[in-house]
Structures are given as structure tokens and as C-alpha cells.
Antibody
Framework: QITLKESGPTLVKPTQTLTLTCTFS??????????VGWIRQPPGKALEWLAG???????RYSPSLKSRLTIAKDTSKNQVFLTMTDMAPVDTAIYYC????????????WGQGTLVTVSS | QSVLTQPPSVSAAPGQKVTISCSGG????????VSWYQQLPGTAPKLLIY???KRPSGILDRFSGSKSGTSATLDITGLQTGDEADYYC???????????FGGGSKLTVL
């Protein structure tokens, strides 16, 4: 059974850097084809895909946020990290991580999400 | 502005059928599989449909998906008040090299 859980600060100040951790179980990022993605959702708004990382270290980023994002993994700890620089109030959102199974793209298991508020 | 276009809201009476559309282009829906997600109020999204028309284990056959060209649809039959939620389509965009979602459709069961 696959589970994911996001953790990190709930409040960050404008211009600061946000680092979120996704801790998962039920699969391994050392297994061929496995992947994890990050998605966010501002209050009352739509889902926005941010970044993804695969078992082989391949990384993909949203073109509109690519300059601010870094995704990384620690396979031994079953963790994926997302770093977003230069945070602004518009980045206030619930941040989710999700499991991408091997094969064609979709997200089958999602974490509960963590609300990050950007405010001075 | 989402890459995929969905109607902001849809509604139908209990027991009836509703169709939610998702429109894209050749680099996303036209050449990649579509998935659908249900987001009940205050909860994380849940996978409803993957690879255009497949249901994960535990998803009722009241939910079905289809695709034609650069558009996809989600059909929900036998509507129940518990189906009231936001529904999102998603896929990969081969030009952007990124995942993309629709803007979401809020379903109201009248």
C-alpha cells in the first residue's frame, strides 16, 4: 500500500526559500519506472503541476517556474524534496506530492497536502 | 490559464448523467493518455480514470472516461449528492515536457 506525506514550514516570508519533503512508503525510487511529482493548489484555485523526478534521476519542471524550482531525491530514505526560491504571496498554496507509477503518465496516490502561506 | 480547458461548473439532478469535457491540443491530449481526478471538499485529489478510460480498483463503473482527438470526457451516471466535488483532467504535454491539468469543473448535484 502506497502512502505519501508532505512536510515543511507552514509559513515563509517573501523572498525566502521553501523546502518541502515528501516521505513515502510502499514503493522505491530505486525501482525501474517509479516516479514522484509535486503539485500545488492555491486556495480556491486549480491544480498546478510543478515538478517530477524519476527512479533514474531524470527531472522535469514546469516551464513557468523552472528557474525557481529544484527537485531531488534520497532513495535510501524514501524521500523527495522540492525547493522553491524567492517565495511570494502568490505562492501561497497547498503543496501535494504524488506517486507516478511506471508506464504512461498519471498520478495514482497523493499525499494529504501541506498548506504553505507566504506572508511577512 | 490552464493548458487544458474544462467547463468551470456542471450540474445535474440525482440519478441523472453528467458529462465533463476536457479540451487540449496535439502535444498533450492528442498524443498522451488522459487521467481524471476527483477532489472532494477539503481533501486531496483522488485518481478516478487513467489511460483515458481505465478505472483503478475500487472506482465504481458509474465513472467512465473516453477520448477523441484532442478532447476527453468524463461521464458520471447515477449521480449522487456524494459526487459533488471538483473534477480535474490531467495529462503529459510533450512540448512543455511537463504535466498539465485542466482548470477543474465543479459538479453540483441539484
Amino acid at each position: 500500500q502506497i502512502t505519501l506525506k508532505e512536510s515543511g514550514p507552514t509559513l515563509v516570508k517573501p523572498t525566502q526559500t521553501l523546502t518541502l519533503t515528501c516521505t513515502f512508503s510502499g514503493f522505491s525510487l530505486s525501482t525501474t519506472g517509479e516516479g514522484v511529482g509535486w503539485i500545488r493548489q492555491p486556495p480556491g484555485k486549480a491544480l498546478e503541476w510543478l515538478a517530477g523526478i524519476h527512479w533514474n534521476g531524470d527531472k522535469r519542471y514546469s516551464p513557468s517556474l523552472k528557474s525557481r524550482l529544484t527537485i531531488a531525491k534520497d532513495t535510501s530514505k524514501n524521500q523527495v524534496f522540492l525547493t522553491m526560491t524567492d517565495m511570494a504571496p502568490v505562492d501561497t498554496a497547498i503543496y501535494y506530492c504524488a506517486h507516478r507509477p511506471p508506464g504512461f503518465y498519471y498520478l495514482d496516490y497523493w499525499g494529504q497536502g501541506t498548506l504553505v502561506t507566504v506572508s511577512s | 490559464q490552464s493548458v487544458l480547458t474544462q467547463p468551470p461548473s456542471v450540474s445535474a439532478a440525482p440519478g441523472q448523467k453528467v458529462t465533463i469535457s476536457c479540451s487540449g491540443g496535439s502535444f498533450n491530449i492528442g498524443n498522451n493518455y488522459v487521467s481524471w481526478y476527483q477532489q472532494l471538499p477539503g481533501t486531496a485529489p483522488k485518481l478516478l480514470i487513467y489511460e483515458d478510460n481505465k478505472r483503478p480498483s475500487g472506482i465504481l463503473d458509474r465513472f467512465s472516461g473516453s477520448k477523441s482527438g484532442t478532447s476527453a470526457t468524463l461521464d458520471i451516471t447515477g449521480l449522487q449528492t456524494g459526487d459533488e466535488a471538483d473534477y480535474y483532467c490531467g495529462t503529459w504535454d510533450s512540448s512543455l515536457n511537463a504535466g498539465v491539468f485542466g482548470g477543474g469543473s465543479k459538479l453540483t448535484v441539484l
